[in-house]
């Protein structure tokens, strides 16, 4: 299988993914990376579930019909948290690996036992997600407790590169839950989109020192175990990435320029 690279595809609602794309990278230097935003319809956020999860079958059944994937990342983690169920159920044969907040993590690294969540509306109303917070409050220490926030419009911000507007959405929703649980030590990003901004939450926190936690490196590792394991039908002969979007071409062009300085040829996929 010399010169043949694995084809593994990265989704998300827009530049979120972005942020997961360079781990990915880093940790898979010979897969074929084929990214497709779905900025048709960001942010996904504030959508209804439903039509996110109708919406994400039908993407996935087109880009498949385009692209042999060996593997599916959701770099999204409303995506995951609506979707990854419907998802693996109808592509069985696809490993797939969803983001969900690390709060587990968090948790453990913690040492006041006050953790804070900053996620979209829709992570943070979804099932999976409140599963996800019960299993882990019950395996952590007695006290511990998590205060989320739905960080409304940042994700927009990061979308349109308006850093200023991005800067102050930081800081209000980050004051917002500092004001209801000033002890909080420890903040997930629960959105890819957010450690894109990394700068800002840091300048946002203040004098007061805050452990930001981001999963896109454990999602890296994911990858890479369920990667070893894949069906090898399909894969591409070169390894360089593919750029998929179904909204404007030239926003997703301009993230990769901004926020991995490299420039992108994006191809429409239309749904």
Known sequence: MSGFAPVVGVFDS??????????LRGALPHARLSYLAD???????????????????TLVRDWRAREPLNLLV???????????????????????????PAIRPALAASRSGRVGVVATRATLNSARYQ??????LARAPGGATVHERAADGLAAAIERGDGA??????????????????AIDTLVLGCTHYPL????????????????????????????????????SGLALKNEPIWHCTGHAEALSR?????????????????
């Open 14 to 23: 827009g530049v979120g993914g972005l942020s997961v794309w360079r781990a």
């Open 39 to 57: 900025n048709a319809w960001a942010p996904y956020g504030e959508r209804p579930a439903e039509a996110l999860r109708e919406r994400l079958l």
């Open 74 to 100: 959701l770099a999204c983690n409303t995506a995951t948290a609506v979707g990854i169920d419907a998802l693996r159920a109808e592509h069985r044969e696809l490993p797939i690996v969803g983001i969900e």
């Open 131 to 136: 599963a996800l917070r019960a299993a882990c």
């Open 165 to 182: 507007a991005a800067e102050a959405l930081c800081r209000s929703h980050l004051q917002a839950l500092l004001d209801e649980a000033p």
């Open 197 to 232: 901004v990394l700068g800002s939450w840091r300048a946002a926190s203040g004098a007061q020192p805050l452990t930001l936690i981001d999963p896109a490196q454990a999602v890296a590792r994911r990858a890479l175990g369920l990667l070893s394991g894949a069906a090898a």
């Open 255 to 271: 993230a990769t320029r901004q926020w991995l300085g490299m420039p992108a040829d994006v191809r429409p996929l239309q749904s």
